[in-house]
């Protein structure tokens, strides 16, 4: 029986997959425990890595050290593949004022913060481990432990961030989901009166394209090619079927209008009182249900590689008569495709055509979903390795001692994100399926709180023991409570959004899943999920910064 118990107590390869393994999967299994219908998921590997270390058990040092800085490189990465996307679209116009809220909330607990640090004299390594548990961003305590190792500051005990990180987080989930219940007394909101009036506003809110039957009444139009339409118009809309002379077709440009004509016009609302001013009236006339037109309509997955490193419009393929491209959706997000959108792996095309038109372009676009399901893993770890780069680049900065570089959490974050927008440009596609990001993502995040947990766990028991153990959960409900709470009574008063957006921003604005499974729940529909979608990526951004200049500024 000696080698069991060396397996379990002497430092090896085998010791530390063991003690890794054990702490993950207990972890992970309290993780489904729920707490008045609340779960603190995967922070219970933490925990669990936090109570192993206090009990005496130790991994090599190395082994720790590789595992915490590739996990926190598999995760950031992971992350970065998937609000890539939705970073660079939150960042219109139309987004603007819901990420200057969610900006506000990170900027106050950071100025929270800062005051904390000079009112009790804890160290900015703490006050930044206790801000990023308080808003339960793993994250930022990452992107914070990175820029500490990076500039090395002397006489720093790195653990006592991950145990502020790890006393503050669940207090900060039950402080977020509380400050949704506060406002929801101050709002005075009545939930079924709130309901109703968002089946209102989404008549005119929403900007999901949609399909409408128009009869051509302007007689301007008469004689001119159906371009002209596009060229008179601001946004993109698609002409997905037309009655002219008698018969169902697909347009194309050229086509020259006619009297009596009748349009399919795929357009986003906020662009449909213009487009029926330009065309004419609402018609009664049903162009899908025309069975002897001979069209049909498919949705498409783009699969193949080539398509996306040039613009839609480029591809000499699609421009035939025989079919249409009438929707695209990316990441949940529905669009109308237009000429100079790069398609990327994984889009959806609606395409509208014959039956020989629509198989044209399913071949042309892939539509072999198969393929999506063995990712390329080239292109990933290439990423990575540019990641990797990025983030060891030295930036120089006037008065700072020691160059400051951006570390393992945010090279490969900053990475993934152009990847992810841009990569298919060259010829770098680092597709993965959702289930494949989330294994990597998992993964990742829990090789890293396992390996913080197990390098903090020797100082529990002092923490609470001299006091600020109770003082920094003190402190963590302030930073939790406090800007959400301002910034909830200004998005209600100054920017009228409703009670449901308020919970959707607030959630996405902390980064926090279980407040928005709370608001979705009491919601009964999606709408706070569309502000959480909205807000999300830039938070995260925002958030992983923002713990990197905390310590940059003050360390």
């Known amino acids: 029986m000696d080698w069991i118990i060396k397996l379990f107590t002497e430092p090896s390869v085998a010791h530390a997959v063991v003690i890794y393994g054990l702490v993950i999967a207990i972890g992970i299994w309290l993780g489904k425990l729920k707490i008045f219908g609340i779960s603190l998921g995967v922070t219970w590997v ?62 106050l607990g950071v100025i929270v913060t800062v005051i904390f640090k000079f009112i009790s004299g804890n160290h900015i390594t703490v006050m930044t481990g206790l801000m990023s548990g308080a808003v339960t961003n793993t994250p930022g305590l990452a992107a914070a432990q990175s820029a500490v190792k990076e500039i090395n500051v002397p ?18 989930v039950f402080g977020i989901i509380f400050s949704l219940i506060i406002l929801k007394k101050i709002f005075k909101t009545n939930i079924e009166t709130e309901k109703e009036l968002h ?27 159906l371009r002209k339409v596009f060229e008179l118009l601001k946004d993109p809309i698609v002409i997905s079927r037309m009655f002219h002379k008698g018969e169902v077709i697909t347009p194309t440009p050229d086509l020259i209008f006619d009297e009596e004509d009748v349009l399919l016009v795929v357009v986003p609302k906020h662009e449909l009182a213009q487009v029926k001013l330009l065309i004419g009236p609402e018609s009664n006339m049903n162009l899908k249900s025309e069975t002897e ?125 152009l990847l992810s927008r841009f990569g298919g440009v060259v010829y770098l596609n680092t597709y993965t399926t959702n289930s494949a990001n989330l294994m990597i993502r998992e993964l990742g995040i829990t090789l890293f709180l396992a390996s913080v947990g197990l390098h903090s766990g020797g100082n529990l028991a002092a ?93």
């Open 155 to 172: 006489g720093v005990d790195n653990s006592l961030m991950t145990l502020a990180y790890a006393i503050a987080y669940p207090f900060g």
């Open 46 to 107: 933490l925990f669990m890595g936090l109570l192993f270390s206090y009990l005496g058990v130790t991994v090599n040092k190395e082994t720790e050290d590789f595992l915490r800085d590739f996990g926190l490189i598999l995760f950031v990465y992971s992350i970065g593949l998937q609000v890539g996307p939705g970073f660079f679209a939150s960042l219109k116009k139309n987004a603007l004022g819901n990420n200057l809220l969610a900006g506000s909330v990170v900027l």
């Open 293 to 417: 037109s001979g069209l049909i309509s498919k949705y498409i997955v783009v699969t193949n590689k080539e398509v996306t490193h040039k613009r839609l419009g480029d591809h000499p393929e699609i421009h035939q008569h025989d079919f249409t491209l009438t929707r695209l959706n990316r990441a949940g997000i529905e669009m109308v495709p237009h000429g100079n959108l790069f398609l990327q792996l994984g889009d959806t095309l609606k395409v509208v055509g014959t039956e020989e038109g629509v198989e044209q372009v399913a071949k042309v676009f892939g539509n072999s979903v198969k393929r999506l399901e063995s990712p390329d893993l080239a292109p990933i770890f290439m990423g990575i390795v540019l990641g990797v780069i990025v983030g060891s680049i030295p930036i120089h900065f006037p008065n700072m001692p020691v160059a400051v570089k951006i570390g393992m959490a945010g090279g490969p974050l900053i990475v993934a994100l």
């Open 463 to 555: 923490a609470f023991v001299n006091g600020s153990g109770w003082l920094w959960i003190a402190m963590g409900i302030v930073i939790t409570m406090f800007p959400l709470l301002i910034v909830g009574v200004m998005a209600h008063k100054f920017f009228r959004k409703t009670y449901f957006e308020i919970c959707g921003l607030l959630a996405g604005a902390s980064t926090d899943p279980p407040a928005l499974a709370f608001a979705l729940k009491m919601a009964g529909n999606d709408i706070p999920s569309a502000t959480y979608a909205t807000v999300y990526p830039l938070t995260m951004i925002l958030r992983i910064v923002a713990a990197e200049l905390l310590i940059l500024l003050f360390a």
């Open 199 to 225: 089946r209102k506003l989404n008549i005119f809110r929403s900007k999901r394209p949609i399909s409408i039957h128009l009869k051509l009444d302007n007689k301007q139009l008469i004689g001119q090619p």
